[in-house]
């Protein structure tokens, strides 16, 4: 799956934050779970998280530009295959 590799480039962009796995087994544990949104939502280290989903929220809530993006991809589709 491609959730990986999803996920590093949201790290890279300060959009989201991995959240640590047991070693053992590749588990989230409680502790890495609970630790992790402390930092983003709590801490100071995780503001540049919390101003990026704000930044963000303006875009993905937008239903004129997310119907105009859906428009041009469709638009795409038909004119390019």
């Given at each position: 799956?491609?959730?990986?590799?999803?996920?590093?480039?949201?790290a890279?962009?300060?959009?989201?934050?991995?959240?640590?796995?047991?070693?053992?087994?590749?588990?989230?544990?409680?502790?890495?779970?609970?630790?992790?949104?402390?930092?983003?939502?709590?801490?100071?280290?995780?503001?540049?998280?919390?101003?990026?989903?704000?930044?963000?929220r303006?875009?993905?809530?937008?239903?004129?530009?997310?119907?105009?993006?859906?428009?041009?991809?469709?638009?795409?589709?038909?004119?390019?295959?």
């Open positions: 799956m491609d959730h990986g590799l999803v996920s590093r480039v949201f890279e962009k300060k959009a989201g934050i991995e959240i640590e796995r047991n070693e053992e087994d590749g588990v989230y544990t409680r502790k890495s779970v609970a630790e992790t949104l402390r930092m983003v939502i709590v801490e100071e280290e995780g503001r540049v998280y919390r101003d990026k989903a704000k930044e963000m303006i875009l993905i809530a937008d239903k004129q530009l997310q119907n105009q993006y859906a428009d041009s991809f469709v638009e795409f589709l038909q004119t390019n295959f």
